[in-house]
């Protein structure tokens, strides 16, 4: 079973990527969202002690700016809408393979053939108006080439109340 580690800012930093989507979904796409607060997803498809799990964990983490956890990073930010962004089964993921080499390193052996790390990225976007349509059309339009990306959306509600996603796009 693949294995999921959440990264997120801290609390009281300012989150760039975040902002650049609320500044480039205004002027774009004329939408009107208060906060974007981003979360890099890494999905380890391989079989992991508890200990190996931390070390990667703790790999994949800055200290200074950010925090994580296994599985779901909880308390979520206050959101209405969450869309999240992952590769296609296929396509280069080349954060996803420099996490493997970095996994590789820790572990100690290369990954067997089928295994591998997977990346994603979540945007947690606090608006007042903003339907599931537009919500589809910022992922769409502006964070996702849907080509090569998926997009998964969720209110707020179903994001709750769904079991943590540990699905990887293997081929």
């Given at each position: 079973?693949?294995?999921?580690?959440?990264?997120?800012?801290?609390?009281?930093?300012?989150?760039?990527?975040?902002?650049?989507?609320?500044?480039?979904?205004?002027?774009?796409?004329?939408?009107?969202?208060?906060?974007?607060?981003?979360?890099?997803?890494?999905?380890?498809?391989?079989t992991l002690?508890?200990?190996?799990?931390?070390?990667?964990?703790?790999?994949?983490?800055?200290?200074?700016?950010?925090?994580?956890?296994?599985?779901?990073?909880?308390?979520?930010?206050?959101?209405?809408?969450?869309?999240?962004?992952a590769f296609?089964?296929?396509?280069?993921?080349?954060?996803?393979?420099?996490?493997?080499?970095?996994?590789?390193?820790?572990l100690g052996?290369?990954?067997?053939?089928?295994?591998?790390?997977?990346?994603?990225?979540?945007?947690?976007?606090?608006?007042?108006?903003?339907?599931?349509?537009?919500?589809?059309?910022?992922?769409?339009?502006?964070?996702?080439?849907?080509?090569?990306?998926?997009?998964?959306?969720?209110?707020?509600?179903?994001?709750?109340?769904?079991?943590?996603?540990?699905?990887?796009?293997?081929?």
């Open positions: 079973m693949p294995h999921r580690i959440e990264i997120a800012g801290k609390r009281g930093l300012r989150d760039a990527r975040g902002h650049d989507v609320v500044s480039r979904a205004r002027r774009y796409l004329g939408l009107d969202i208060k906060k974007c607060e981003t979360r890099d997803i890494y999905k380890i498809d391989t002690s508890s200990r190996d799990l931390r070390a990667l964990r703790q790999a994949f983490t800055d200290p200074v700016v950010s925090v994580s956890s296994i599985g779901r990073h909880r308390p979520p930010p206050r959101f209405d809408w969450l869309i999240e962004v296609r089964p296929g396509v280069t993921d080349n954060v996803g393979r420099t996490a493997q080499t970095l996994t590789e390193e820790i052996r290369p990954l067997a053939p089928g295994e591998a790390v997977y990346t994603s990225m979540q945007y947690f976007l606090q608006t007042q108006s903003l339907s599931r349509r537009d919500a589809e059309r910022l992922a769409l339009d502006l964070l996702a080439n849907h080509l090569l990306q998926t997009v998964a959306i969720f209110s707020r509600e179903e994001w709750l109340a769904a079991p943590i996603d540990t699905t990887v796009p293997a081929i």
